[in-house]
């Protein structure tokens, strides 16, 4: 495998000079650096670090740069009695451009924290007797169709003024032309500045035009003028320069020149940024409010292959032709009062509730920034489209789908930023709780595009790395593991993951009915529910072939044929085998609900020979055994074992008529991997290894049970929840916390994976939105 992945990686990086889907040579380095992002859902987002940099650009879709671009920055200017007394980069940074600036802020004055959506940096500014509090807000608002889609963020300045006489203050914003990449240094950008007023309500500003080939887009600096505030601007500087003539315009009278009309466009190798300034005057001990706002528009956007044109979700409300950032500057600065309402009425029960660890408030929320800064994209489906276009030959029983998707849009988030695969299903399983839980439209538009691959099938052969053998790229009647890759043309062509032929996983299709049944139990969507039904069919008689010897009890394949994709399993399996059980049972519950006696009768007879093998075969007296295969490490403790009932458990089909797993043996199952996979690692502080053997040695026969999953640890904690062991719950699942977020600073790059001595795996990844299960499973 080595041989032969380095072989593809070679060709497809250094010939064909494209990104691979998962790169193994060059993993992204941590940076312990990053804060809250900017952004809605789907359009792009933009990254500030703890220190208030900008430093992390995801807006061409699924494609990251980690730069930090130094001219992006907020400066402050102090005058008193018709004197400038203070002009500061509110920036702890000392670069090596814009000199003329004053840099180097004592980070000893700043205080920074972020409850996504929203973050605060707090700058005392020494002498002055003057505190200035940066509030960020981006509109993710749960159940918010329109404005969570909008690729704008808002910094609201407070300032306090604790002296004795009067003082004015200006915030100047200054920000360069581009992401920071070569592409800022190819030439024909060009900067203008704007005014846009609507309601009584007047927003001024610059608009920086980046003029590229492919997928370009306008950012757009602003500030609500209102009265006793003025705004001025700078239509263009030099960033890479001295930068004194801006440092000099602000500091002579707090304000900057204003020039009328447009810049010339930027030559082959030069870079142009731009500022706009807000000024007020704050009364002695007074309090006053400077209101700044981010916006960017890049409505029409490719992907790699650039076959297909898509308009991104927002613009239905702003429009396509890219000239939409004045009025979403607008809406932002004028609407955001409302946004942080709603976003207050979501968070408050939860954060005011006593009986919940402040750590998992942060984690519930801050775990979120992946809605939009997994490589999200959220897209209209075009006009003219018909559900045949859709469907294909073979997906005609999808009633609802074209008024799905025609009303709510295709939506598709990585698997991580550096796992780059769209709506990854085995993993997305996991995270599918903050979506159906927060925006469960975007869960039914998802479960849409995915039943549709279903139904299709791809003959096109290839060859995978793992076992060098070729198989068609997708079968008909089984869920593919990703709808694509965002270098090639997602939806068009599925299945960019090229390590196993996963048409013989065994998770996949079963992670799609308990979607399906989980979906509806939340939503009530019946018509939803009336459409998958011949799906889910279909996906179960598929999987039924792998129940080779009848018994009711699907097997593995001696392979790695599952979301652990790279440890081995044969035989009946707790893991699969408890998904099947759970599958099999939500068939006979949705069943009931539709009225097919015939298939209730068939998966009830099917359910109570599975049953009795599960527990014949797996059950050892204190937990499900990994596998039933009797090798070395078939005893493991599987800290995911009890991944069929989490799902039950969720969707209120765990007791009664409806108990596949034994309370009792769910009980022991939990208590023992608590006592072994959690509190016999790293002395109970990092959360639960994924395999440990039963003399509490991790199991190492593969590089995937001697690792912590975020993502899989949330989720149980969420089945101890469900359980009623509470605690043990809460103490799981704060491992995780306090080893991501405090011990190895990877705040809002959530990895899928780290050891016990700190090596991690894939940062930013999807997986860990499964803490809202944990929620769930509270309510």
Known sequence: FPCRYFRWWYKKTRIEKKPAFIDLLCAVPLQQIYGCPLGGIGGGTITRGWRGEFCRWQLNPGIYHYETVIANQFTVCLRCKGQTVYQQVLSVERPSTLQGWNWGYCGHYAFYHALYPRAWMVYELPGQNVVLTCRQVSPVIPHDYKDSSLPVGVFIWEVENGRDEDVEVSIMFSLQNGTGTKEDRSGGHWNEPFAFEKEGERVAGVLLHHCTRTNPFTLAISAREKAGTSVTHLTAFNPVGSGREVWQDLLRDGRLDS???????TEKGEVTAAAVCAGCRVPARGHRTLELALAWDMPRVHFGSKEKLHLRRYTRFFGSGGDAAPALSHHALT?????????????????????????????LFNELYFMTDGGTIWVELPPDCCAEDLQGPAGAGLSHLLPVLREYGRFAYLEGQEYRMYNTYDVHFYASFALVMLWPKLQISLQYDIAVTVVNEDVQPRQYLMCGQTAQVKLKNVVPHDIGDPGDEPWQRVNAYLMHDTADWKDLNLKFVLQVYRDYYLTHDSLYLRDMWPVCQAVMESELKFDTDNDGLIENGGFADQTYDAWVVNGASAYCGGLWLASVCVMCKMAEVLGDAEIQQKYTEILSKGKEAFERMLWNGKYYNYDSSGSDTSSSIMSDQCAGQWFLGACGLDQGEFEVFPKSHVASALKTIFEKNVMSFAGGTMGAVNGMR???????????SNEVWVGVVYALAATMIQEGLVEEGFHTAEGCYRTVWEQLGMAFQTPEAYREKKVYRSLAYMRPLSIWSMQLALE
């Open 259 to 265: 020039p009328t009309g447009k810049s010339s466009l």
């Open 335 to 363: 609407h955001y009062e409302e946004w942080e309402r709603k976003i207050e009425a979501w968070q408050k029960p939860i954060l005011e509730n006593s009986q919940l660890p402040s750590w998992y408030k942060s984690a």
């Open 694 to 704: 039963p003399d509490g040695v991790p199991d190492t026969s593969s590089v995937q």
